[in-house]
């Protein structure tokens, strides 16, 4: 991209919270190099002072983890493709880390439907909130760890293989991974407001969401999932068996529909690339069972970076 499409970009993702690109033959090589210029103006490096002597080093960006793309650590590659970190938890609200931007791109999508990603901006979920419903949410402190996942390091697609699931909405766990770390360092782990920067984001991690301080773990599940379901514009809590296989809990379909004047649905294309900002929206994976009987018709190529 040209800098002032990138440029663009940045002020787009600054002041909607999410930016639409077309990188038609966009790679792992590419996604780390968009990464990078979106994180400064010039050229994608920031400067650092040692002495008299200037220097540069390249934005920081997440660790390597499952699904790391050879040769590009930074980026991970998601999908039914060799290689790929694949999860079938299906919906799951969460942001991708405090402070942090994420690209994706999209290498192939599923000719035969399924594969999209849903969004929603936390300002609007705060202001669908109703005035008590607020008040309650104001006050809450959540508490993230590895309790009810399989590990400190765990991914999403391990967490789903050691028996983790949500429901169809991505707003409750409703059985944790069977295998998880133990002993629990009860000291691991931080809690932070569920909102926070002047009353503008919402702090969701479904997956390593343990309680709210001061409450229990079912009784916090059920306040936050209160909380998500109205603010994502749901009138009822729905069947918490809605959608899902009643053995293995997985969903059976995309069950996951919500207004669209609430949530926006991403029908991926080949050669979209959607940046965000992890601190304004929240994401939600859908369900892969529409396209887990045609192994390598979806793979994504994903790079979280430190916001500019």
């Avoid at 996604?31 to 050229?43: C, G, I, R, V, W």
């Avoid at 369900?287 to 500019?308: H, K, V």
Wanted: net charge neutral.
């Amino acid at each position: 991209m040209d800098a002032k499409a990138v440029s663009r970009a940045r002020a787009e993702v600054s002041a909607r919270g999410l930016a639409l690109l077309r990188l038609p033959n966009v790679d792992a090589e590419a996604l780390e190099k968009l990464a990078e210029d979106l994180h400064e103006p010039e050229s994608g490096q920031r400067l650092r002072r040692k002495g008299n002597a200037a220097k540069t080093t390249p934005a920081r960006v997440g660790p390597r983890r499952e699904g790391a793309v050879k040769g590009h650590a930074r980026v991970r590659r998601l999908g039914n493709v060799p290689g790929a970190l694949f999860c079938r938890t299906g919906a799951e609200w969460h942001a991708d880390g405090l402070g942090r931007w994420t690209a994706l791109a999209c290498i192939k999508a599923p000719s035969n439907g399924g594969g999209d990603t849903l969004f929603a901006w936390s300002h609007e979920m705060l202001e669908r909130l109703r005035p008590e419903t607020r008040a309650i949410a104001d006050d809450l402190v959540c508490r993230f760890g590895d309790r009810f996942v399989s590990g400190s390091t765990s991914t999403s697609a391990e967490d789903a293989r050691h028996g983790f699931r949500m429901n169809a909405l991505g707003t409750r766990i409703l059985r944790n991974a069977e295998t998880r770390s133990s002993p629990r360092d009860p000291t691991r782990g931080f809690s932070i407001p569920l909102v926070r920067n002047e009353g503008t984001s919402l702090t969701v991690d479904m997956r390593h969401f343990e309680h709210f301080e001061g409450m229990d773990v079912n009784e916090s599940r059920d306040l936050l999932e209160a909380i998500l379901l109205e603010g994502l514009g749901v009138s009822a809590p729905p069947d918490p068996l809605q959608g899902l296989d009643p053995v293995s809990l997985f969903a059976r379909g995309d069950h996951a529909i919500f207004d669209d004047r609430c949530v926006y649905r991403h029908r991926w294309q080949p050669g979209d690339v959607l940046v965000w900002d992890n601190d304004v929206i929240l994401h939600s994976p859908t369900a892969t069972a529409p396209y887990e009987g045609f192994p390598g018709s979806r793979e994504m190529l994903q790079i979280i970076f430190r916001a500019p």
